[in-house]
C-alpha cells in the first residue's frame, strides 16, 4: 500500500486546513486509517483515525474538538479537517494505515503497517 498525503500548508493561528490522504496499490486488507504528528524535537504523537468497521473515530486528547477525521468518496481515502489550529499543532503529518481494527490498538503508531510520506503544516502565531 502506498499513501499519498496532501492539503499541508501555512495558516495563521485560529484557521484551518484540510489533509487528505490517498492509498493506492492493495488496499483490500485495509481497516483503519490515521493521520500522526511529529514536531521538531519531539516524538511522534497520535492525531486521529478511523475504522473501516464501523466508522468510528477516535482523536489525540490535543486535537479532540478541533479536528475531524473523515472518509472520502473515494475508496479508502481519508480526510482531516483541522480548525481553530494553534502555534503548537505546527507539525509534519503522515497518513498511515494497518489491517489492524482493535480500538486498543489503532492509537499507536507501531500498529500501522504503511506509512505517506509526510506533509507539513505550520501554523504561525
Known amino acids: 500500500v502506498q499513501l499519498q498525503a496532501s492539503g499541508g500548508g501555512l495558516v495563521q493561528a485560529g484557521g484551518s486546513l484540510r489533509l487528505s490522504c490517498s492509498p493506492s496499490?492493495?488496499?483490500?486488507?485495509?481497516?483503519?486509517m490515521g493521520w500522526f504528528r511529529q514536531a521538531p524535537g519531539k516524538e511522534r504523537e497520535f492525531v486521529a483515525s478511523?475504522?473501516?468497521?464501523?466508522?468510528?473515530?477516535y482523536y489525540g486528547e490535543s486535537v479532540k474538538g478541533r479536528f475531524t477525521i473523515s472518509r472520502g468518496n473515494e475508496k479508502n481515502t481519508v480526510s482531516l479537517q483541522m480548525n481553530s489550529l494553534k502555534f503548537e499543532d505546527t507539525a509534519i503529518y503522515s497518513c498511515?494505515?494497518?489491517?489492524?481494527?482493535?480500538?486498543?490498538?489503532?492509537?499507536?503508531?507501531?500498529?500501522?503497517?504503511?506509512w505517506g510520506q509526510g506533509t507539513l503544516v505550520t501554523v504561525s502565531s
Open positions: 478511523i475504522r473501516w468497521l464501523d466508522d468510528n473515530e
Open positions: 498511515s494505515a494497518t489491517s489492524v481494527s482493535a480500538e486498543i490498538l489503532v492509537r499507536q503508531a507501531s500498529s500501522y503497517e504503511y
Open positions: 496499490g492493495h488496499t483490500d486488507g485495509t481497516y483503519t
